[in-house]
């Protein structure tokens, strides 16, 4: 079993940074692929960024070159680093852990989520 928590969500104005945490629980953090999904009211939850348990890193094209990924090991979090804020990244952002990544990019995700963040961007 794998627990997620994430903070860092709040209001920021358009062009604005946020950095969002995921802390996870278990011993077994190192092994698994680690990923930041959204939801906006009224829209279904998107895939935004996906990093491997080697580092590999993958980006939805809407925020790619904006939105960093990363992870530290020995502190069992991983980090959704955001830039040039938009409008349109309003949404709660979710932790998911536990999914599968293809070479190409695709990520299947897993199982563990966490209870999200809102994140707000005001024009």
């Known amino acids: 079993q794998v627990q997620l928590v994430e903070s860092g969500g709040g209001l920021v104005q358009a062009g604005g940074s946020l950095r969002l945490s995921c802390a996870a629980s278990g011993r077994t953090f190192s092994s698994y692929n680690m990923a930041w999904f959204r939801q906006a009211p009224g829209k279904e939850r998107e895939f935004v960024a996906v990093i491997g348990w080697n580092g590999s890193a993958y980006y939805a094209d809407s925020v790619k070159g904006r939105f960093t990924i990363s992870r530290d090991n020995a502190k069992n979090t991983v980090y959704l680093q955001m830039n040039r804020l938009k409008p349109e990244d309003t949404a709660v952002y979710y932790c998911?852990?536990?999914?599968?990544?293809?070479?190409?990019?695709?990520?299947?995700?897993?199982?563990?989520w966490g209870q999200g963040t809102q994140v707000t961007v005001s024009s």
């Open positions: 998911n852990a536990g999914g599968s990544l293809f070479n190409s990019g695709t990520y299947y995700r897993g199982d563990y």
